[in-house]
């Protein structure tokens, strides 16, 4: 047992718990048993508890930092880690360029396990404890992957890129290989520790029909896996798609005919979707993995999140880093990220102004939204008791060696202004201590 003392700050998963609503217990505690939490509470009420009991827990305490949970990424290819802010003129340039050479150095097996290794360990340094990862065509990318996140005890969703068309020979499956490779590691891994397999078709454009078919008919043999792919990310690419796909009524028929729209099926961007794509998406409780660093790095666009959810309310919305067309695995970062798009859009609209979002909604969707969004939700996302037990501890103070966080912290007033400075400033610096299913990563 162990308890953990801080400044307790996170969503809450009441059914009636709205994105902006949050629990805060400025002296809270936080108690671990093994993998599980097993109470949160002022600290003052836990402590006295656990001290009249036979147990003698551990305690940390971690004064006035605060102890959020564990971070989601709900969209992100660790292949493409060591080619991070590379520069390309838009997505299907940049593919081309940088990231099909990039993914094609996966198919040494040694290369994928050292990049895996660097890949998880970093993860953990930026507080993400659970995610939804592409890995590359190579079946040993995801074996890689997987027993990486398996010795680090990490909550990891990833799936083989499938890819019959339109990328380099040495990148390409075909529709049998994708399906039978696919059912094997799905077979492998899937359910083990905290692993699961996600059919991952890359996007519309680099599978054929047969491809898609194929991995539609592996998504109805198991109606409860996680399906990723890529949706109307980027203006050139939704004409492609147009082309390759003549008969489908739009870019997301081109997934629903073949049966992978469905609930945790979750598509990266989806930022420039129709009135009728939103609420195709939302009345099966599908996701959008918003990906704010990428949108903009790549110019892809501004993601209206807001108006996507007032169409649609039954779409599930997370951050994704989209690493490495997004420019940080800092879920911090993306959630600063997500304020400035929010900001933009807000400060466009005409009509009907929508605020931007407030440092509740943004750990939210950095949070229980991208678990939700996951389908997770019953086991991370939140500090609650029966939730796995994965813990950030975030420093605003001069010892994370982020001075001009720690001189705007020192001036805060309220939790929702000291949130807003560490995501409008923080990054892995601001990450004191991880713990990862109940276990305390090493002092940093
Ligand atoms: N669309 C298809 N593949 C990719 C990728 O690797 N990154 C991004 N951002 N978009 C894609
Ligand atoms: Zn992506």
Redesign the pocket.
Same mark, same amino acid.
Request: aromatic letters at 14%; glycine letters at 28%.
């Given at each position: 047992m162990e308890i953990h003392l801080g400044h307790v700050v996170t969503p809450s998963s009441g059914t009636d718990a709205t994105p902006g609503a949050l629990l805060d217990i400025p002296r809270g505690a936080v108690v671990t048993d093994g993998p599980v939490i097993v109470t949160v509470g002022p600290a003052d009420e836990v402590v006295a508890g656990y001290t009249r009991s036979a147990a003698s827990p551990v305690v940390h305490d971690h004064g006035g930092k605060l102890i959020v949970p564990g971070f989601v990424d709900c969209?992100v290819?660790y292949p493409q880690i060591g080619m991070i802010a590379s520069p390309g003129e838009q997505l299907l340039d940049w593919l081309d360029r940088y990231t099909f050479p990039a993914e094609a150095r996966f198919a040494d097996l040694a290369h994928a396990r050292a990049t895996a290794s660097f890949f998880t360990d970093q993860l953990i340094c930026h507080g993400v404890t659970t995610a939804l990862v592409?890995s590359t065509v190579h079946p040993h990318s995801v074996d890689a992957l997987f027993t990486a996140a398996r010795e680090r005890g990490l909550r990891i969703i990833t799936g083989k890129t499938c890819m019959d068309r339109n990328a380099p020979a040495e990148l390409l499956d075909t529709p049998e290989t994708a399906q039978s490779q696919s059912a094997a590691l799905l077979e492998r891994w899937h359910g083990v520790d905290r692993l699961e397999y996600a059919l991952t078709p890359r996007f519309a454009p680099t599978s054929s029909d047969a491809q898609l078919e194929a991995l539609g008919e592996l998504a109805d043999s198991y109606p409860d896996v996680v399906v990723q792919t890529?949706l109307s990310e980027n203006v050139g690419e939704i004409g492609w798609v147009g082309e390759l796909f003549p008969d489908a009524v739009d870019y997301t028929d081109v997934y629903d005919r073949v049966g992978l729209v469905r609930e945790r099926s979750v598509f @990266?961007h989806g930022v420039h979707l129709t009135d009728r794509e939103l609420d195709r998406l939302g009345s099966v409780h599908a996701s959008v993995a918003h990906c704010p660093t990428s949108n903009n790095f790549l110019g892809s666009g501004l993601f209206p999140l807001a108006a996507s959810l007032h169409t649609a309310p039954g779409l599930r919305i997370g951050f994704g880093s989209?690493v490495g @067309?997004g420019t940080s695995l800092s879920p911090l970062a993306t959630a600063g990220e997500a304020y400035k798009v929010s900001r933009l859009i807000a400060s466009s609209g005409d009509g009907d102004a929508v605020a931007p979002l407030s440092a509740a909604e943004l750990l939210y969707y950095s949070t229980l939204g991208g678990a939700r969004a996951l389908g997770v939700d019953a086991h991370v996302g939140s500090l609650e008791p029966g939730k796995d037990a994965d813990l950030v501890i975030l420093d605003a103070t001069e010892s994370s060696g982020n001075a001009v966080l720690a001189n705007r912290a020192a001036e805060c007033t309220s939790t929702e202004e000291l949130l807003f400075a560490l995501m409008l400033l923080g990054d892995d610096r601001a990450v004191d201590r991880v713990v990862v299913n109940g276990v305390p990563d090493a002092p940093r």
């Open positions: 969209h290819h592409y890529h @990266g989209d @067309g």
